[in-house]
């Protein structure tokens, strides 16, 4: 069960990034030289959805793993300027949050 809700977290983190990137071009194409504003949308309400998505799996993710309630609350925020989930995940997988091992262990080069 633990695994399985950390792997959607990670899939909503990255999800939710590529939203952004999506919504983005999408208000360029609606405020640019084309005016239109179907991309905006369409990329808005699954914006909107895989935010909610990502605030929701932060919040079961951090009771999981007993995170403390700043690491909670800086999660939460990231979900607001663009793309800053991407760096949420990768920094709490380097510091062990997410249940995974920091780095793989390596076996040491054989000699001759």
């Known amino acids: 069960m ?8 990670v899939a909503a983190a990255i999800a939710e990034a590529c939203s952004w990137l999506a ?3 999408g208000m360029v194409v609606k405020y640019g030289p084309p005016g239109n504003e179907v991309g905006v949308q369409i990329f808005g ?3 909107g959805g895989l935010f909610i998505a990502y605030v929701l799996l932060v919040l079961a993710v951090a009771r999981l793993h007993r995170w403390s309630l700043l690491a909670t609350a800086v999660a939460l925020v990231s979900a ?19 249940g995974v091992d920091r780095q793989p262990a390596r076996e040491p080069a054989s000699v001759g």
């Not at 607001?80 to 997410?98: D, H, K, S």
Request: positive net charge.
């Open 2 to 9: 633990r695994e399985k809700v950390t792997g959607l977290f």
């Open 23 to 25: 919504l983005l071009v």
């Open 80 to 98: 607001v300027p663009p793309f800053a989930t991407l760096a949420y995940e990768r920094w709490a997988r380097r510091r062990g949050m997410l």
């Open 45 to 47: 309400p699954i914006h």
